[in-house]
């Protein structure tokens, strides 16, 4: 590295302002084109939730990216950014009847569902809407799981299909999503076949589906190093090549972590190295930044980040990493086998890498674009 990491919060006038993510949206760019050239036939959104920031998503519309969007907040962000409706997907399946009325007025065409009540919505708000099925997909192998909240089974996917046809919507196509940092290239295969036999049924019925959504879940180095791209789309179009044969759909994909996250570095300063007993062998090491204010993902110790000092040359030891608040759930890592350096003192600054997906979005009040909840006192 050439700048130092105190030169470079120098640079943003952050000294003395930790804890703050610090995105580089260069990288972010860099990450897109890495993911279109290894998914090169795919239409790649990008996952908003990741990390809304806008200048990131300028360079990304830039880029040539499309999005994938959960609320109006996200719809407005990328329509500031430049995108245009047309590129955008409103991935969520479950929305309120006043968000898909609110998206198909500034041209949104593109929305997820996995329920005959939430096409009843779709139906209603979005006439005539090309309309994507979730499915359920198992999230084994993944860091940070979210099967069981989204999808339907391949059955019900069937007649949901048919159903839409019915109301005047286009049924473009079927999704799933294996799971967040998904490490197992294998993973995205089962539920390619699930489509697969349900794209065959479906055109026995006189359909023509013709997206298929793999998701997002594409993973990123973190303390861990991940496969490279290329390993998962190598996976994925074995996959269609095997269930699909010569008549594969059009692959559409939703990264947020693999685009955000080797963007961010949040810097954070350490408020107090401690031990508990004269023989404790660990230190406790309290940053002033936790699982409330934007590590949210080291639950569970799930995912492992890497951390970078100014003494990273020096001799290390095992530490206990928390967060600055009163809640005792507010440990990073305690099981994880971390270690800093014994030089570290409070004061000293601890860079947390990796950084720049799911942490500024779960630290604020805005999660996804949802409004933060109001407190009203009684009069
Ligand atoms: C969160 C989300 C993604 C992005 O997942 P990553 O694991 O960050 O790539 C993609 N699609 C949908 C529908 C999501 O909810």
Known sequence: MTVTADEELTALGAVGRTPCLVIDVEVAGEQ????????????????????????????????GCRFDVASRTEIDLCLAAGASPADLSYGHPIKKPGDIAYAYARGVRLFAFDSAGELDK?????????????????????????????GCTG???????????????????????????????????????????IFRTLEQSGLSPRILNAGGGFPVDYRV???????????IHAALFRHFGH??????????????????????????????????????????VGRFGGLAETEDEAIQYALATAHDDGPTGPVILAGPTCDSVDIM???????????????????????????????????????????????
């Open 333 to 379: 890592y305690q099981h994880a086998h971390y270690e800093l350096p014994l030089a570290l003192r409070a004061g000293d600054v601890v860079r947390i890498l990796g950084t720049g997906a799911y942490t500024a979005t779960y630290a604020s009040v805005g999660f996804n674009g949802f409004p933060p909840l109001r407190t009203l006192t009684n009069p």
């Open 122 to 150: 779709i139906v209603t708000h979005a006439p005539g809407s090309a309309v994507i099925c979730r499915l359920l997909a198992s999230s084994d192998g993944a860091r940070w799981p979210l099967s069981r909240k989204f």
């Open 247 to 288: 008549r594969a759909p059009k692959l559409m994909i939703e990264p947020g972590r693999y685009i955000a996250a080797p963007a961010g570095v949040l810097h954070a300063e350490v408020v107090l190295v401690s031990k508990k007993s004269y023989s404790d062998e660990s230190r406790w090491v309290y940053l002033d």
């Open 155 to 197: 059955e019900m996917a069937v007649d949901l299909m048919k159903a839409a046809a019915v109301c005047g919507l286009d049924p473009a196509g079927l999704a799933f999503h294996v799971g967040s940092q998904q490490l197992d290239p294998g993973r995205w295969e089962p539920s390619v076949a699930l489509a697969a036999d």
């Open 225 to 235: 190093s991940a496969l490279p791209i290329a390993a998962y789309s190598v996976a």
């Open 32 to 63: 897109y084109r890495r993911i279109a050239s290894a998914f090169a036939d795919a239409e790649i959104h990008y996952a908003v939730k990741a990390n809304p920031e806008p200048a990131l998503l300028r360079a990304l519309v830039e880029a």
